[in-house]
Structures are given as structure tokens and as C-alpha cells.
Nanobody
Framework: QVQLVESGGGLVQAGGSLRLSCTASGRTFSSYVMGWFRQAPGKEREFVAAISWSGDNTYYADSVKGRFTIARDNAKNTVYLQMNSLKPEDTALYYC???????????????????WGQGTQVTVSS
């Protein structure tokens, strides 16, 4: 059973920064695409960022492009989300997820992911 544990959320003022971390159990972490999603109260869960197994390819939602950076350290089984220039509209519960090894869904779709963390809350005050 794979477990994903997020950390690093908190309360920050607009314009500030946070770095989220997600550590995965299991020995095959480096084989999988990893993603970050978020869900604000009353809204659907939305894609934030994803990273290929090697880290060579990254993908971002338009709303965070240029402000957020996803990275991974396969030796530590950890994926990161560096969030800069935070805005109040970034306030949400942020989830880390592991994509299926074989999936017909695009990595920007939550359907492509088969394991999810419990989430870490990010609150940005204006």
C-alpha cells in the first residue's frame, strides 16, 4: 500500500512563499508521474502541477505558471511544490497524488492518479 504524506502548508500573507513536500512510501517512487492538486471550499478539485518520473518534464496550470515550481528528489521519495507570489485565490487544501503506471488519462486529470495524500491546508491572507 502506497502512502503519501504532505507537509508544509500554513498561513501566509499575499506575496509570500511556501514550500510543500510530499513523501511517498514504497521503493518504486521514481517510476511514477507525481502531481499536485488543490481544492478550495465549494469548488472542484483542480490540477496544479505535475512532474515526470525523471523530473525532466513539468506541467503547470495556467493560474500558477511562473509562480509555482514542482520538483522531485527520487532518492528521498519526495516531491515538492515551491509556491511564490501567493495570492488569496491560492487558498485551498493541497493534495499530492501518484499517477498510475499505465493510464489513458492525461496527467492534468485527477482520473490519472490512483493514490492521494490527505492534503495540507494553504491559506493566503490579503
Amino acid at each position: 500500500q502506497v502512502q503519501l504524506v504532505e507537509s508544509g502548508g500554513g498561513l501566509v500573507q499575499a506575496g509570500g512563499s511556501l514550500r510543500l513536500s510530499c513523501t511517498a512510501s514504497g521503493r518504486t517512487f521514481s517510476s511514477y508521474v507525481m502531481g499536485w492538486f488543490r481544492q478550495a471550499p465549494g469548488k472542484e478539485r483542480e490540477f496544479v502541477a505535475a512532474i515526470s518520473w525523471s523530473g525532466d518534464n513539468t506541467y503547470y496550470a495556467d493560474s500558477v505558471k511562473g509562480r509555482f515550481t514542482i520538483a522531485r528528489d527520487n532518492a528521498k521519495n519526495t516531491v515538492y511544490l515551491q509556491m511564490n507570489s501567493l495570492k488569496p485565490e491560492d487558498t485551498a487544501l493541497y493534495y499530492c497524488a501518484r499517477a498510475g503506471l499505465i493510464t489513458r488519462y492525461h496527467h492534468t486529470s485527477s482520473a490519472a492518479y490512483d493514490y492521494w495524500g490527505q492534503g495540507t491546508q494553504v491559506t493566503v491572507s490579503s
